[in-house]
């Protein structure tokens, strides 16, 4: 499944430089290990048209150390950025 997300700047170019290599999320999507993050960049008032792919490899729901709904994925980039319309 490819999940389309909004990301803001400062962290798209952390994931975008594997700087970052997590996503925490509200669970509103039921994630699983496998599944695909677009993660498109957003600047709070619009998209700047710029996005990246990632596999989600873990997920780590443990509410010891979770939010109640939220999650923690261990993602691996895929390729580079692209331009997305």
């Known amino acids: 499944m490819i999940h389309s997300l909004k990301i803001e700047p400062e962290y798209f170019k952390l994931i975008k430089t594997?700087?970052?290599?997590?996503?925490?999320?509200?669970n509103?999507?039921?994630?699983k290990v496998g599944d695909i993050l677009q993660l498109n960049e957003y600047d709070g008032?619009?998209?700047t048209y710029e996005s990246l792919y990632?596999?989600?490899?873990?997920i780590l729901d443990d509410e010891n150390y979770c939010l109640n709904g939220m999650v923690i994925m261990s993602i691996e980039l895929l390729?580079?950025?692209e331009w997305f319309g």
């Open 18 to 26: 594997n700087k970052k290599k997590f996503e925490v999320r509200k």
């Open 79 to 81: 390729g580079g950025f």
């Open 28 to 31: 509103d999507r039921n994630f």
């Open 45 to 47: 008032t619009d998209f």
């Open 54 to 58: 990632a596999k989600v490899t873990y």
